[in-house]
């Protein structure tokens, strides 16, 4: 998550591109807004380094996609058109991932933050990428409420996601066990 | 838009529920996110008015909006189900909005106010309700971006309502008259 | 949920909006699509009888809503922006609704109808309106599935209603009042 | 798209399964609603094949996915937690296609061949595999509408997908390109 335009500094870009090399590597999905700017910089990254990148449009279909929202196409392997709008796709988005990456950003990324914060998400803060992100600590302090979501800050893109990898492998995969075994197992079961 | 939880005083309850009363009062509609805390007081304040009071809800039906969101069934004339949860669902409710009021709140509401802020909403704030609430201009100045969006503070529900209809009778109306003349008319157009 | 297009017999345009105004006086809420045709016949018809009209627009705001799709603004006492186009507005409009009725209609309303159907709806059917549906009965039987959902047929818009709220009044209130049993009555449950 | 239950012969899991690996092996990616039935045996196909498989799931979260809706996790690259239900998925998950397969299925397929119908898509029947999809063509001229939608039978996976392939080369980049002409390029454009 994190700027789709306004002035970037070129290290941002670059650190942004390492960040998504280094989830392609590691043979994790990127999930990004499909956007143009700083998301679009880590598709390309993670791309180079043969990762599968899905992107979640704001548009109904590809026309809108280019046309409308002037977003870009390449590196994606699927992009999904919710039709939801700027904001409206950012839930889905969200909601898909397993752990959200913030650098950069405005008014866009702060709602995106909320919303990442208030459904208890694994968040990494990218420093050093200048916009809203740097004011992320002093508004969790406003916002006070445990949501349960944890948030880590780092201005590496690969000890930040070591950091992330540690505790999603502590955390997350835990709930998922817990999902498949209440649940229906990884092949789901057929309705009568 | 406001807090549904957390310890809320009841003078805070009060001035939103008398909100609601001049909103009914006024023959607006009231739309909220059809859940407890705050944004019910509203309804209920409305209702006594007279008002009409639609709620979009998270829920995908009447049961899990009732069961898993323990959320409010009285005062509203039609509770449109979303199924997109608390934050997608709120959305909806920021863009079917002609003017969105703030009062109170935690992540949620900042979630919500970054997403009226960024959709270029007439947005008011009614002050002294706490939470979030009262950050909401120095949150400004740290996301240091000009969405459009036009925010107005009051503690006063009724001066809050008056500042916000007056701006709205400026700036509203004529981009509504703007897109009818465009479009299809009140009546819309019968496709082929 | 019937016809926005295509030629409509005017005795099919006078039968819906007399739906549409017993709606209206008996105290009932119509929520359309708020598109052309059919649907805005009904609300005519529910405004004229002094009742709410609820619209859910696939329009992301009223420029979308008057200029991409051409559709009516008059007779609504509130309009839903979902942003999620002509069919995906559907489904939150059909899940909102205690009882769905259909009218002539071509391929969106047969999705309309699908829809309605696996989500064990109270059904009704307008006949000698036309269009696809004249043959949802066959349709049924294509299906070949028991969701649950119960369909009526009445050329009589009058006769038709008061089936469905015989049935209504069977078998949804039950449903109702077990959700607020179970759940946090109709005030709702104000969270910690 | 088809068949998530009810009785499903093993010729038609065998065929479904035969058409998965054939998209995968071909370079396509493959997108279903993860859920069980004859689309997770697509997926299971398809990853057989090397593909890459992304999910458009009903759930909210993968503890809905998996305990609510008994579905799938195996096989998929990534799952996008849409939240909207079964049929609000299907929305989505036919939008982000480019091509849309049929096989087998009841209502819940009904109301995805509508959608696709009515958004202009190019279909594919796989035949020979029971359900609503042999009624389809039925369906079609009682809808009596020509909305763009191409649609193609055959009993065979490989020369199914061979025929839409041809139709997609001719028909869909045309339009593809024309986006790219008009917006912003593969890369996108950095908004001001």
Redesign the interface.
Known sequence: MGS???H?DPEVFQKVRDLGRTIGQKGY?L?TGA???LP?EAAKGAKEAGG?V?G?SPA????E??????????CY????????????RE??NI??CDVVIFAGG???T??EF??A???AKVIGVLESTG??TQ?LG??IE????D?GAIVFYDQDPERLLAKLEEVYRAVIPQ??LE??E???????????
Chains 1, 2, 3, 4 share one sequence.
């Open positions: 789709a335009g306004g970037i999905v999930i956007c143009p700017g679009h599968v899905v979640v109904l279909n590809m026309d996609h280019v046309i409308k929202y002037l977003s870009p196409t390449r392997d699927a992009i999904i058109y919710t039709g939801s709008g700027l904001m409206g839930i889905e909601r898909s405005r008014s866009g702060l709602g909320a919303i914060y208030d459904e916009g809203i004011h002093s508004i406003m916002v006070n409420k949501t709930r998922h999902a498949l209440e649940g229906g197992g990884p092949d789901g079961v057929i309705e009568p």
